[in-house]
Nanobody
Framework: VQLQASGGGLVQTGGSLRLSCAAS????????MGWFRQAPGKEREFVAA????????NYADSVKGRFTISRDNAKNTVYLQMNSLKPEDTAVYFC?????????????????WGQGTLVTVSS
């Protein structure tokens, strides 16, 4: 599976962005898709994930109520709608594909990763 993330940019506090992650290749057997982020000097952290079949979602506490993950089966694309952005949301955001059932919040369960897209939230 190849993943191409896009949609990052510079936004002011309180603003919104929508990230996209288009998947290609062997996507039929995919179990779930997730978004992670990594801020400068910090470890990569879980943001949100969706089980591809059925659409069950999971969010980090820090983004609940502000971010929404969704998927478009026809386009093989997963989205991350980010609202009410805060400076602490500034990070490189990565999308990832989990091919087999596992804990959606654990980066180690994901086998395919996109290249990352930078989100900068100014105060």
């Amino acid at each position: 599976v190849q993943l191409q993330a896009s949609g990052g940019g510079l936004v002011q506090t309180g603003g919104s962005l929508r990230l996209s992650c288009a998947a290609s290749g062997r996507t039929v057997s995919r179990y779930g898709m997730g978004w992670f982020r990594q801020a400068p000097g910090k470890e990569r952290e879980f943001v949100a994930a969706v089980i591809w079949s059925g659409g069950t979602t999971n969010y980090a506490d820090s983004v609940k109520g502000r971010f929404t993950i969704s998927r478009d089966n026809a386009k093989n694309t997963v989205y991350l709608q980010m609202n009410s952005l805060k400076p602490e949301d500034t990070a490189v955001y990565f999308c990832a594909a989990m091919m087999h059932p596992g804990r959606l919040s654990i980066a180690g369960g994901y086998t395919c990763w996109g290249q990352g897209t930078l989100v900068t939230v100014s105060s």
